[in-house]
């Protein structure tokens, strides 16, 4: 069975700083993996989406994130954040037979202090 | 970018009582979905649909619901009778065609509560 763990709730940092939100699945093959971002009052929004070839894949607004197949990681990252990315981020799965179905992590909401 | 819309945001209930859950897809989507998240969990699938038929649904998909799209107006989800389990927020997803390249768009949800 496949499922997506993103071991933090929570995470707050601050305007400027580094990000890493972590994100680590368990599907026998290799899936498609996708980061969504729900900003307050609006739907998910797709930020960026891993299919096969160079492992770091490159999103929106500077957000990137890196496939880790021995390590069955999905980990988002971005160098410098700003305080309109606070907002809550998932990491989903697909099945390669099955790209319909998304399986959601419990989400990380992000907080960018001042 | 392309938005979906859920309507109503919010929707208190009794036990029993019929709901519907409205979604208005993006223009020219042609698939259709519907996702559950209980209060601190996961989202989860519940089911897709194209063309006037169920494509796919999970086990979450029980007999009292049921998904339609009369005529290209609201995608919706009805819940007949609701049960206190029912209790959760509903995401409504579109996407123009099925496959990795078409991304799925997704509304606010809606914040059911059956008392």
């Known amino acids: 069975a496949q499922s997506v763990t993103q071991p933090d709730a929570r995470v707050t940092v601050s305007e400027g700083a580094s990000l890493q939100l972590r994100c680590k699945y368990s599907?026998?093959?290799?899936?498609?993996l996708f980061w969504y971002v729900q900003y307050p009052r609006q739907g998910l929004q797709l930020l960026l989406k891993?299919?096969?070839?160079?492992?770091v894949v490159q999103g929106v607004n500077g957000f990137e994130a890196e496939f880790s197949k021995s390590n069955s990681s999905f980990h988002l990252r971005k160098a410098s954040v700003h305080w309109s990315d606070s907002a809550v981020y998932f990491c989903?799965?697909?099945?390669?037979?099955?790209?319909?179905?998304?399986?959601f992590g419990s989400g990380t909401k992000l907080t960018v202090e001042p | 970018g392309p938005k979906v819309l859920q309507i109503p945001s919010h929707q208190i209930i009794d036990m029993g009582q019929m709901v519907t859950l409205n979604c208005d897809p993006v223009?020219?989507?042609?698939?259709f979905y519907w996702y559950k998240q209980i209060l601190g969990q996961q989202m989860e699938f519940l089911v897709n649909?194209?063309?006037?038929?169920?494509?796919?649904k999970s086990k979450l998909f029980k007999d009292q619901f049921s998904v339609e799209r009369p005529d290209g107006s609201y995608f919706t989800l009805k819940i007949q009778p609701t049960a206190l389990e029912d209790s959760a927020v509903y995401f409504c997803?579109?996407?123009?065609?099925?496959?990795?390249?078409?991304?799925?768009?997704f509304g606010p949800g809606t914040r059911l509560l059956v008392l």
């Open positions: 997803a579109s996407s123009l065609r099925q496959g990795f390249q078409d991304t799925q768009y």
């Open positions: 599907y026998s093959g290799t899936p498609y």
């Open positions: 891993y299919y096969s070839g160079d492992p």
């Open positions: 989903v799965l697909s099945e390669r037979s099955n790209y319909n179905v998304l399986y």
């Open positions: 223009s020219n989507h042609l698939y």
């Open positions: 649909f194209y063309n006037g038929k169920v494509m796919e």
